[in-house]
């Protein structure tokens, strides 16, 4: 668990492991850890997980560099409520990381606090924007948390423990995203922009009420085959959403990337 003083690392852990939360503040001196058990049931995988919540302040470079060794993965958390933590991420912790262990780790990035924040802000959503150029620099993902609702706790350390044992999630990442397979079915299609909005925009919780909302304006029934029109019509209104949060330029890369994939629906 790396990041700056305060962004909630010792919060989120606490959450995951023993399932509490509290609003007060005590800095971690030196490092502390827990342990958790991880059930992959579906890949027959038991993960005995080491769970190392380092001190955050910057200047403590031994105490953190003798923490990281032996690592085989990290969250990088940011505060949502202090944009300067997300700088952190990469001018201080990566760099660490690498020094300590070469090639950095396999690493999943956290925007904490989302608790704290109006998901709507037009500050958040250029905050947003830099977090996907962030996960897409690095190919791996980011999500939205909090250690006080446990929004995406648990989808966190289970993707990162995966990736530890060089295992991909269920979920989609980005280098592989746009290139399905030829003669897709429409399902497939529908499977893959839900999981391209996951990336994203950084988690399930957000991107949920999005796609109940766009869905029936699409004329999409998730019980039902959704024809090639009403997948053109959800990439235009997805567009519509990411426009507010990407501004232009981004809203129109993954629209035609999501054009791309319709070419190779099946007929």
């Given at each position: 668990?790396?990041?700056d003083?305060?962004?909630?690392?010792?919060?989120?852990v606490?959450?995951?492991?023993?399932?509490?939360?509290?609003?007060s503040?005590i800095?971690?001196?030196?490092?502390?850890?827990?342990?958790?058990?991880?059930?992959y049931?579906?890949r027959?995988?038991?993960?005995?997980?080491?769970?190392?919540?380092?001190?955050?302040?910057?200047g403590y470079?031994?105490?953190?560099?003798?923490?990281?060794?032996?690592?085989?993965?990290a969250?990088?958390?940011?505060?949502?409520?202090?944009?300067?933590t997300r700088?952190?991420?990469e001018?201080?912790?990566?760099p660490?990381?690498?020094?300590?262990?070469?090639?950095?780790?396999?690493m999943?990035?956290?925007?904490?606090?989302?608790?704290l924040?109006?998901?709507?802000?037009?500050?958040?959503?250029?905050?947003?924007?830099e977090?996907?150029?962030?996960?897409?620099?690095?190919?791996?993902?980011?999500?939205?948390?909090?250690?006080?609702?446990?929004?995406?706790?648990?989808?966190?350390?289970?993707d990162?423990?995966?990736l530890?044992?060089?295992?991909e999630?269920?979920?989609?990442?980005s280098?592989?995203l746009?290139?399905?397979?030829?003669?897709?079915s429409?399902v497939?299609?529908l499977?893959?922009?839900k999981?391209?909005?996951?990336?994203?925009?950084?988690?399930?919780e957000?991107v949920?009420?999005?796609?109940q909302?766009?869905?029936?304006?699409?004329?999409i029934d998730?019980?039902?085959?959704p024809?090639?029109?009403?997948?053109?019509e959800?990439?235009?209104?997805?567009?519509?959403?990411?426009l507010?949060?990407?501004?232009?330029?981004?809203?129109?890369?993954?629209?035609?990337?999501?054009?791309?994939?319709?070419?190779?629906?099946k007929?």
């Amino acid at each position: 668990m790396l990041g700056d003083g305060a962004v909630g690392k010792t919060s989120l852990v606490k959450r995951y492991v023993d399932q509490t939360f509290s609003d007060s503040y005590i800095a971690t001196i030196g490092a502390n850890f827990k342990k958790k058990i991880i059930n992959y049931d579906d890949r027959g995988i038991t993960l005995k997980m080491l769970i190392g919540d380092l001190i955050g302040q910057q200047g403590y470079q031994q105490t953190q560099k003798a923490n990281m060794r032996g690592a085989k993965g990290a969250l990088i958390l940011c505060d949502l409520t202090r944009p300067e933590t997300r700088e952190s991420i990469e001018s201080y912790w990566i760099p660490l990381l690498k020094e300590v262990l070469g090639d950095a780790p396999s690493m999943i990035f956290l925007a904490n606090k989302s608790d704290l924040v109006d998901m709507e802000d037009e500050e958040l959503k250029s905050y947003r924007s830099e977090l996907l150029s962030l996960s897409e620099k690095y190919n791996t993902k980011f999500f939205f948390t909090s250690a006080k609702t446990g929004d995406n706790v648990e989808h966190s350390f289970f993707d990162l423990g995966l990736l530890s044992l060089n295992q991909e999630p269920a979920t989609y990442h980005s280098d592989e995203l746009y290139h399905a397979k030829e003669d897709i079915s429409s399902v497939e299609v529908l499977d893959l922009f839900k999981a391209q909005l996951y990336l994203e925009l950084g988690g399930e919780e957000f991107v949920n009420p999005i796609l109940q909302a766009q869905l029936p304006r699409a004329g999409i029934d998730v019980n039902n085959v959704p024809t090639v029109a009403q997948l053109e019509e959800l990439n235009e209104r997805i567009k519509e959403v990411e426009l507010d949060f990407l501004g232009e330029k981004g809203a129109n890369k993954y629209y035609f990337k999501r054009k791309s994939i319709l070419t190779k629906l099946k007929g």
